[in-house]
């Protein structure tokens, strides 16, 4: 059965550094989002992509963050400069209707 | 698991019962509603969705029931299994792709033998 891939599961890196989180979606799905959990809280959403382009965007997603698909299996999230709070577990997800989430990748900020 | 720091409603049930789990939604908006389960460590899985046009739905040993008069979801899992245990979040969002979802808190789901 297709699953959403993410890759690496787990980052660990220094404040003010840039990460790259990585995302294999569902190869026949047309719509990608990340979403992300902070420890014991519950899931809240990041941003949705559909033919290259920024479909919708939380409050979250400030200018530290931007996403990408650059070729035609990646979707990638990219945190410029982070910040002990960006501390969490990133979930991937793709849909066509149904969004189906990926294992996600626990980011820890020092 | 996940809930470090957040005291998530607990349901404890005999393997083998039947187990409810609910959830109030808030957005008066939303048509689109799916219920996930989180294992430690794991990602959302996907268990089942209802639409708004719809008050009940049924899949293998789960019910979803809908009831947008008091904005009211409601999984049912029958006959419990220690698999079973888990964090239930339901989710608010429009029909269609590409729109966001809205978590619920999540209900911490613990099978006793």
């Known amino acids: 059965e297709p699953e959403v891939t993410q890759t690496p599961s787990h980052q660990v890196t220094q404040m003010g550094q840039e990460v790259i989180l990585r995302c294999v979606p569902i190869s026949n799905h047309l719509y990608f989002y990340w979403y992300r959990q902070i420890l014991g809280q519950k899931v809240e959403f990041l941003v949705s992509f559909y033919n290259n382009e920024i479909s919708e965007k939380s409050e979250i997603f400030d200018d530290q963050f931007s996403v990408e698909r650059p070729d035609g299996s990646n979707f990638t999230l990219k945190i410029r400069s982070t910040k002990l709070e960006d501390s969490a577990m990133y979930f991937c997800?793709?849909?066509?209707?149904?969004?189906?989430f990926g294992p996600g990748t626990r980011l820890l900020v020092l | 698991g996940e809930s470090v720091g957040l005291h998530l409603p607990t349901l404890s049930v005999q393997e083998g019962d039947n187990s409810i789990i609910n959830c109030a939604y808030s957005?008066?908006?939303?048509?689109?509603f799916i219920w996930y389960k989180q294992e430690s460590g794991k990602g959302p899985q996907f268990i089942i969705d209802i639409r708004s046009n719809m008050d009940k739905r049924q899949g293998q040993r789960v019910t979803v029931l809908l009831n947008k008069t008091v904005k009211h979801l409601s999984l049912q899992i029958a006959a419990t299994q220690p698999g079973d245990s888990a964090v239930y979040f339901c989710?608010?969002?429009?029909?269609?792709?590409?729109?966001?979802?809205?978590f619920g808190t999540g209900t911490q789901l613990k099978v006793e033998l």
């Open positions: 957005n008066s908006a939303s048509d689109y």
């Open positions: 997800a793709s849909s066509q209707e149904t969004q189906y």
């Open positions: 989710a608010e969002g429009a029909t269609g792709g590409g729109n966001k979802l809205t």
